[in-house]
C-alpha cells in the first residue's frame, strides 16, 4: 500500500556528449567544444561557465577522484520542464582522452580499447566518481562542490555527437568528418538516438555546417542543431531534442535556426542590460566600490537576471565604466568651475591694465606668482595633472590648480580679460565723461527726473557710446550726489541761522507765527529753494532741526557719531587714563627723594660758576635744608655744548629740575630758546610728557657795578618770563653781596625745585581723596559745535599736554580739572566741554564762571551758532572766544576765514571778552597759556558772578536740571587756600623776552611796589614764597549746595546754606556787611573791567564819572565806585533815578544778555524781526538797549598770533608779552586817581 501511494520519480536520462578527442596530432590545438557544451547545459549561469577546459593532465590529477582514472567526465544532473510540465532530469557524460603532460601520449586506463568503441559504450562504471566542474578543481576537489556519479554507474540512453564546424586550430575539417563517419557507425550498433551538434556556430564555416547537414541528411532520423556555447544559442535546445527521442510522449523535436535562436537570445542580454544600467545609475557616487552596491542590489531581480546572463564580471565592468562616467562628469564641472573662476582671480592678482596690456601669457604667469594673493586663489600641486590628484575630491578648496593654466581654454581667458580691461578702461572714461557733462548742466536741480535732461544729452558722445542703464545708473549717481550736497548744504543754512531757532527755551513748542516766520526767512535763501522738488524732505529737515533744537541731546544729534560731547567722552576716557598710568609709575619711582638731581642751564660759564658756588656751601655734595641732608648731583651745561639736549636726560640721570641762571638780555634769551626746545624735543620725539614738564627755576645772577643799572630791566624781563613758564623766579636778595650768587638763593630754589616734586605726588596720588576732586576754584564751559573741522584733540590740547592736568569727579565723563597758578596762588579749575546744544542747558540754570566759546573759521554755520548761544549769556560772565584754523596765513590768503575771525575778534571787542586763535600746525597753541590771562579775568571777577547768580535764582522760577558741576565748598570765595606752589610745569611757547630796544620802567621807588603782569597791570613784587610760610589760611569754606526744588511751583528757594556761605565771605570786611556784597579795592578798580552799562546810564547828565557802576553816599551824595554791584541809601534812590526794584536788590544791577552789549549780535538778532515786521527800526530798539561809550573803547585782548610775525620774536614792545610805556603811563595816571577818591571816600563813611 505504501509502494502504490508513493510519488513516482521523475524520468532519468543520461546523454552522453562525444566528438573528436585525443592528442594534438588527432585534434589539433583545440577541441571541438564538448566541455564548454556540457557546461553551458549543466551551469546556465554566465558566472559558472568556464571557457576553457583541457585534455592535458598530470598523471596525479588524472588519478583524482574527478578523473577517478577514467577517460569520461561526470558533469552532474540537471532537472528540466518539458514542454507539457513534465519533469525529467538529465545525467550529462562527455567521453574525451586525457594526454599525459610528460609523454603527451593517452594516460592508461582501465579501458584499453580505442576511443571509438569506448566512447560508444552505453554502460559507464566508476566508483565514488565525483562531478567535474572546471580545470582549477582538479587537485583542489574540497574547496568545490563535490557530487559523486550515482551508484557508481550509469547507463546511456543516448549520444550527442559534436561538430566543430568553425576554422579549426591546426586540424582539417575532412579528417574530423571522417573520424565523425566511423564514431557515427559504433553509435549505431547500440540502438541509441543520436543528435548532431553542430558547436561553435558563432564562428561558422558556411561549407563546413553544409556538409554536415549534407552529411545528416544520409543518416536516417539524424538531426543537427546549430549551437553556440558562447552565446547560449540552442544549447539547451539539442539536449531537449535528443530526451524527446527518447521519450515520445514528449513530443517532436523542435529545432531552431541559429540565426533565429541567436536573436532571440542576443535580445533578451539586452533587454536585461538595459534594466542593469539603468539600476547603476541610480549610483551618483563615483566613490561607491562594486563590493557595496553589489551587495546593495544583489536581492533585486534585474540584478539576478543581468548576472545569470552576462555574469558578475561584465557588471562589473558596466558598473566601472559607469563609475568613471560619473568621474568625469565631476571633473568637467570642476575644470568649468575653475574656468569661471578664472576671470575673477585675474581680476584679483591682475588689475591693472597698464601692468599687463603688453605682456604675453607666459609673463602674465609669471607676475601673477608673486603677487602676494597667489595662495588665495591657486594652489600649486605636487602631482599633475590635477584631475588625476585627490584634488578632484576638495569640494570646500575652491583655488584653481596652476597646471590648469597651461591649458588653452585659461589662455582665452586671460586674453579675454585684458580686452575686458580694455573696455571696461573705455565705458569707465565715457561714464565719468557723462558724469561731468551732466555737472555742467546748470539747470539739473536736485529731484529732477531723468525724462526731463535726457532731451539735452541725446548728442552727447559719452551718452551714446555707454548703454542706457549706464547712463540712468550716472544719473542716479549725480543726483544723489546733489541731493546730498543740497541737504547738507541746507542743514548748514539751518545752522547759519541759529538766531532763527535759538531764541526759545528748551522743551518749547515752537509757535505756527514762529513756523512762519522761520518759513519767511529761509524762503529768501537759495539753498532753500535749491530743495524745492523734494518739499516734504525739506520739510522733514526742517522738522527734524527743530525737533533737535528745543529737545538737543547727544543721541539725536544731527552730527551722528561726530558729536561733540561723544567725541569729548571718548578723548578723555583714553586720554586721561593715559595720564593715570603714566602717573602712577611716575609716582611709584619718586616717592623718597634723597637725592636731588639737578641741571644747571647758563651761559658764557655761569652754569659752572652756580655749580661751584652750591659745591663750596656742600659737604662731599650733601646739603643741609631744612634740618634734612640731601645727595646732589649737579650738571652744569653751557651754551655752547654740542651735546646740550643729549646730555639732559639719560638712562643714568633723570633730572628733577633745571636751574636756569642768567645775568644779561642774552643769556636770558638764550634760556627762553632752549627751553622751548627742550620741551619741544621731549614731547615731539621723545614723547616724554613729564620731560615735556621739567620743573625750571630762574635765577638772577648779580651783577657788578658797572652793569647794576639794567637790574630792574632783567628783574622785570626775568619775572615775565616766570609767568610764561609757569615757574619760580628767585630774585637777587637786597643788600651788597661780592659774590654773583647767595646762599638764599640756593636755598630758595632749592625749595622751589622739592616744592615742585612734592606737587607733583600730590597731583598724582594714586587715591586721591573724593574732597580733593571735588573741590574747584573755577567752573570753565569750553563750547564747540558739532562737526567742525577740527578734532577735538586740538581745543583741549592745552588741557590734556599739561601734567597738571587730571581727571573730574567719577561721573562727570566730559569735564577735567586743571591745576595752575594764577596770581600768588595755585588754583584748581574745573574744565567741562560740551557741544553749543549740551551747553544751553548749563547757561540757563547752573552756576558758571567764564565760558570758552570755540569756533571754526573755515565754516560760517559755526560761527551763526556762537553768535546764537552768546547772544543769550549773561554779560556779567567773562567770555573766551577762540577761533580754529589750520594756520596764520590762512587769515591772509583766504577771504572768508578772513572774514570769520575779524567777525569773531569784533564780537569780543564790543562785549570786552578775551579773542585768541587755535593753528593746528602751531604747537603754541596747544599750551595753557594760551587761556592765562582768561583764568586771572575770571578769577578776579568771580565774586560778582556768584552774586549775580544767586540774585538770578531768588528772582526766577526755572525748573531744575541735571546738574553739570557738582557743588564745591569754594564756590563762594574769591580766592581759595589752595597749598601755594609757585612751579607749574607748563611747556611755553618758543620766547624771546626783550629786544634791543628797551624803554625805561618806572621810577625805582614805584618798581619796588609794583611789578608788571602780562597785561601791563602792576602788582606788588613778591619773592618766590617760602614753603614753611605758617601764615597761610588753610581752612577750606563750606560747601555751596546745588539749589534746591521748593514746593511752590516752578519757583526756586535759595539755599540758607549757600547765602551763609556767601555772607560769611563777604562779611570779612565789616565797612561792606551792610551792602551784602564786597567792596573791591581801590588799585584794582578799572573802567574797562566792566562787562555793561546799566540803561540808568544812558541819559547821563554832564560831569558825570565815566564809572560804569555808581551810587551815591548816604549824605555828601558823592559817587563810591564799587566792584560788580551798588552801595547805595534808599534816599538817594529817586534822585540819582534807581527804581524801587532795584533798591529791594541791595543796588544790584540785574545782568543782562551780551546780544544788547554787542551790535552786532543784536543787529544780527533783529534782521529777523525785521523780514517779518518790516515797521522794526534797528537802530532804535538797539539805541533803547545800549548807548555808546564815551571816550576810547576798551579793545578786546586779541590775540597776537593774528599777526603773520612770530610775536615772541618782538621783544618787550610786542603788545602779547607787555604793555607799551604810554599805556601803563595812563594806567598809572588812572590808579593814582583812584586811590586818592578812595581815600575820600573812606573818610566819609568814618564820619
Known amino acids: 500500500m505504501m509502494a502504490k501511494n508513493k510519488e513516482p520519480r521523475p524520468p532519468s536520462y543520461t546523454i552522453s556528449v562525444v566528438g573528436l578527442s585525443g592528442t594534438e596530432k588527432d585534434k589539433g590545438n583545440c577541441g571541438v567544444g564538448k566541455s564548454c557544451l556540457c557546461n553551458r547545459f549543466v551551469r546556465s549561469k554566465a558566472d559558472e561557465y568556464y571557457p576553457e577546459h583541457t585534455s592535458v593532465l598530470s598523471t596525479i590529477d588524472f588519478g583524482g577522484r574527478v578523473v577517478n582514472n577514467d577517460h569520461f567526465l561526470y558533469w552532474g544532473d540537471i532537472t528540466q520542464n518539458g514542454e507539457d510540465g513534465v519533469e525529467c532530469k538529465i545525467h550529462v557524460i562527455e567521453q574525451t582522452e586525457f594526454i599525459d603532460d610528460q609523454t603527451f601520449l593517452p594516460h592508461r586506463s582501465t579501458n584499453l580499447q580505442p576511443y571509438i568503441k569506448r566512447a560508444a559504450a552505453s554502460k559507464l562504471q566508476s566508483a565514488e566518481k565525483l562531478m567535474y ?32 564546424v568553425s576554422q579549426g586550430c591546426n586540424r582539417k575539417f575532412d579528417d574530423q568528418l571522417k573520424f565523425v563517419n566511423n564514431l557515427f557507425v559504433q553509435l549505431s550498433k547500440s540502438k541509441k538516438p543520436v543528435i548532431i551538434a553542430a558547436t561553435k556556430c558563432d564562428e561558422c564555416v558556411d561549407h563546413y555546417l553544409r556538409e554536415v547537414q549534407a552529411f545528416a541528411s544520409n543518416k536516417k532520423n539524424l538531426l543537427v542543431v546549430e549551437t553556440s556555447a558562447r552565446f547560449n544559442v540552442n544549447i539547451e535546445t539539442c539536449f531537449t531534442a535528443l530526451v524527446q527521442m527518447l521519450d515520445k510522449t514528449r513530443g517532436k523535436p523542435k529545432i531552431i535556426p541559429y540565426l533565429d535562436a541567436y536573436k532571440t537570445q542576443r535580445q533578451l542580454v539586452v533587454t536585461a542590460t538595459d534594466k ?134 585659461a589662455e582665452k581667458v ?96 515752537p509757535s505756527s507765527d514762529k ?16 530743495l524745492q522738488k523734494l518739499a516734504p524732505d525739506r520739510e522733514s529737515l526742517l522738522l527734524k532741526h527743530i525737533g533737535f533744537v528745543y529737545h538737543p541731546t547727544k543721541e539725536t544729534c544731527l552730527s551722528g557719531q561726530n558729536c561733540t ?22 609716582y611709584h619711582d619718586s616717592t623718597s627723594i634723597d637725592k636731588v638731581n639737578l641741571f644747571i642751564l647758563g651761559k658764557d660759564g655761569l652754569a659752572q660758576e652756580l655749580a661751584n658756588e652750591i659745591r663750596t656751601q656742600s659737604t662731599d655734595d650733601e646739603y643741609a635744608l631744612d634740618g634734612k641732608i640731601y645727595e646732589l648731583d649737579l650738571r652744569p651745561v653751557d651754551a655752547k655744548s654740542p651735546y646740550f639736549l643729549s646730555q639732559l636726560w639719560t638712562a643714568a640721570f633723570k633730572p628733577h629740575g633745571c636751574f636756569c641762571v642768567f645775568n644779561s638780555i642774552e643769556s636770558l634769551n638764550f634760556i627762553g630758546e632752549f627751553i ?116 577735538v584733540d586740538l581745543i583741549l590740547s592745552p588741557f590734556l599736554d599739561s601734567h597738571s592736568c587730571s581727571a573730574a569727579q567719577a561721573g562727570q565723563n566730559n569735564s577735567l580739572m586743571l591745576d595752575k597758578i594764577i596770581g600768588e596762588k595755585r588754583r584748581r579749575i574745573q574744565i567741562t566741554i560740551l557741544s553749543y546744544h549740551s551747553s544751553i542747558g548749563v547757561r540757563k540754570d547752573e552756576l558758571v564762571h567764564g565760558y570758552i566759546l570755540v569756533y571754526s573759521a573755515k565754516r560760517k554755520a559755526s560761527m551763526g551758532m556762537l553768535r546764537a548761544f552768546l547772544s543769550e549769556v549773561q554779560d556779567t560772565i567773562p567770555v573766551q572766544l577762540v577761533a580754529v584754523t589750520d594756520s596764520q596765513a590762512d587769515f591772509f590768503e583766504n577771504e572768508a576765514i578772513k572774514e570769520l575771525m575779524t567777525e569773531g575778534e569784533h564780537i569780543a ?56 558741576f557738582l557743588p564745591s565748598p569754594r564756590d563762594c570765595f574769591p580766592y581759595n587756600n589752595y597749598p601755594d606752589s609757585d612751579d607749574d610745569t607748563e611747556a611755553p611757547p618758543p620766547y624771546s623776552p626783550i629786544g634791543d630796544d628797551v624803554q625805561l620802567l618806572p621810577t625805582p621807588s614805584d618798581r619796588s611796589r609794583y611789578r608788571l603782569d602780562l597785561e601791563g597791570n602792576e602788582y606788588p613784587i613778591h619773592s618766590t614764597p617760602n614753603c614753611h610760610d605758617h601764615e597761610r589760611n588753610h581752612k577750606v569754606p563750606p560747601p555751596i549746595k546745588p539749589k534746591p526744588v521748593v514746593p511752590k511751583t516752578n519757583v526756586k528757594k535759595l539755599d540758607p546754606n549757600l547765602v551763609k556761605t556767601i555772607e560769611a565771605g563777604i562779611g570779612k570786611n565789616p565797612r561792606k556787611q551792610t551792602s551784602r556784597v564786597p567792596l573791591a579795592h581801590p588799585e584794582d578798580m578799572d573802567p574797562s573791567d566792566n562787562y555793561a552799562e546799566p540803561i540808568d546810564t544812558i541819559f547821563k547828565q554832564k560831569g558825570y564819572s565815566d564809572e560804569t557802576y555808581v551810587v551815591p553816599d548816604d549824605s555828601q551824595t558823592r559817587i563810591i565806585k564799587i566792584r560788580n554791584s551798588f552801595v547805595n541809601n534808599t534816599q538817594g534812590d529817586e534822585e540819582n533815578g534807581f527804581s524801587d526794584r532795584t533798591s529791594k536788590s541791595h543796588g544790584e544791577r540785574r545782568p543782562s544778555k551780551y546780544k544788547y552789549k554787542s551790535k552786532t549780535l543784536f543787529s544780527k538778532a533783529k534782521s529777523y524781526y525785521r523780514r517779518t515786521h518790516s515797521d522794526a527800526s534797528d537802530d532804535e530798539a538797539f539805541t533803547t538797549s545800549k548807548t555808546k561809550r ?35 603811563d595812563k594806567k598809572m595816571k588812572k590808579k593814582t586817581h583812584k586811590v586818592k577818591e578812595d581815600k575820600k571816600v573812606s573818610l566819609t563813611h568814618s564820619k
Open 676 to 791: 622751548g626746545k627742550i620741551r619741544t624735543e621731549a614731547t615731539q620725539i621723545r614723547k616724554d610728557k613729564y620731560m615735556a614738564n621739567l620743573p625750571f627755576t630762574l635765577i638772577l645772577a648779580n651783577q657788578r657795578d658797572s652793569m647794576s643799572k639794567n637790574l630792574p630791566i632783567l628783574r622785570h624781563q626775568g619775572q615775565q618770563l616766570a609767568n610764561k613758564l609757569q615757574c619760580p623766579f628767585v630774585d637777587v636778595p637786597p643788600g651788597t653781596y661780592p659774590r654773583k650768587f647767595n646762599e638764599t638763593q640756593i636755598k630758595q630754589a632749592l625749595r622751589g625745585v622739592l616744592e615742585s616734586v612734592k606737587h607733583n605726588l600730590d597731583v598724582v596720588s594714586p587715591v586721591p581723596t573724593s574732597k580733593d576732586v571735588s573741590e574747584a576754584d573755577l567752573r570753565i564751559v569750553m563750547c564747540a559745535m558739532c562737526g567742525d573741522p577740527f578734532s
Open 515 to 530: 513756523m512762519s516766520e522761520i518759513h519767511t526767512v529761509l524762503s529768501e535763501e537759495p539753498r532753500y529753494k535749491a
Open 414 to 509: 586671460y586674453q579675454n580679460h585684458v580686452q575686458h580691461l580694455i573696455s571696461e578702461k573705455r565705458r569707465v572714461e565715457m561714464k565719468e565723461k557723462f558724469k561731468k557733462t551732466l555737472e555742467k548742466i546748470q539747470f539739473i536741480s536736485p529731484g529732477q527726473p531723468w525724462e526731463e535732461v535726457m532731451c539735452f544729452v541725446m548728442e552727447d558722445e559719452a551718452f551714446k557710446y555707454i548703454t542706457e542703464a549706464d547712463s540712468k545708473e550716472v544719473y542716479g549717481r549725480h543726483q544723489r550726489e546733489i541731493v546730498e550736497k543740497a541737504k547738507e548744504e541746507f542743514q548748514e543754512m539751518l545752522f547759519e541761522h541759529s538766531e532763527l531757532f535759538y531764541d526759545l527755551d528748551l522743551n518749547a513748542t
Open 565 to 586: 560731547d561723544i567725541k569729548v567722552e571718548q578723548l578723555l576716557a583714553s586720554r586721561l587714563l593715559q595720564l593715570d598710568h603714566g602717573r602712577l609709575r611716575l
Open 909 to 964: 571787542t564790543e562785549i570786552t571778552a578775551k579773542f585768541t586763535a587755535l593753528y593746528s600746525l602751531s604747537q603754541y597753541h596747544r599750551q595753557t597759556e594760551v587761556f592765562t590771562l582768561f583764568f586771572s579775568d575770571v578769577l578776579e571777577k568771580k565774586n560778582m558772578i556768584e552774586n549775580s547768580y544767586l540774585s538770578d535764582t531768588t528772582r526766577e522760577s526755572t525748573h531744575p536740571s541735571e546738574d553739570v
Open 276 to 409: 542593469f544600467e539603468k539600476l547603476v545609475q541610480t549610483v551618483r557616487d563615483y566613490h561607491a566600490t562594486w563590493k557595496t552596491v553589489s551587495n546593495k542590489l544583489k536581492n533585486h531581480p534585474d540584478y539576478e537576471e543581468y548576472i545569470n546572463l552576462e555574469g558578475t564580471r561584465k557588471a562589473r565592468n558596466t558598473f566601472s565604466k559607469h563609475i568613471e562616467q560619473l568621474k568625469q562628469e565631476h571633473i568637467r564641472k570642476r575644470r568649468e568651475e575653475y574656468i569661471n573662476t578664472l576671470p575673477r582671480a585675474f581680476n584679483t592678482l591682475l588689475p591693472n591694465l597698464e601692468e599687463i596690456e603688453h605682456l604675453n601669457w607666459s609673463e602674465a604667469l609669471k607676475l601673477m606668482e608673486k603677487r602676494a594673493d597667489f595662495q588665495l586663489c591657486f594652489v600649486v600641486l605636487e602631482k599633475t595633472p590635477w584631475d588625476e590628484t585627490d584634488h578632484i575630491d576638495k569640494i570646500n578648496d575652491r583655488r584653481i590648480p596652476f597646471d590648469l593654466l597651461g591649458t588653452l581654454e
Open 1190 to 1224: 564815551k571816550g576810547r573803547h576798551r579793545g578786546s585782548e586779541e590775540d597776537p598770533l593774528l599777526s603773520p610775525v612770530e610775536t615772541w620774536k618782538g621783544g618787550i614792545d610786542n603788545p602779547a608779552i607787555t604793555s607799551d610805556q604810554e599805556l601803563d
Open 133 to 164: 566542474i572546471c580545470t582549477d578543481q582538479l587537485g583542489l576537489e574540497q574547496d568545490f562542490e563535490q557530487k559523486q556519479m550515482p551508484e557508481g554507474k550509469l547507463n546511456v540512453d543516448g549520444f550527442l555527437l559534436c561538430i566543430d
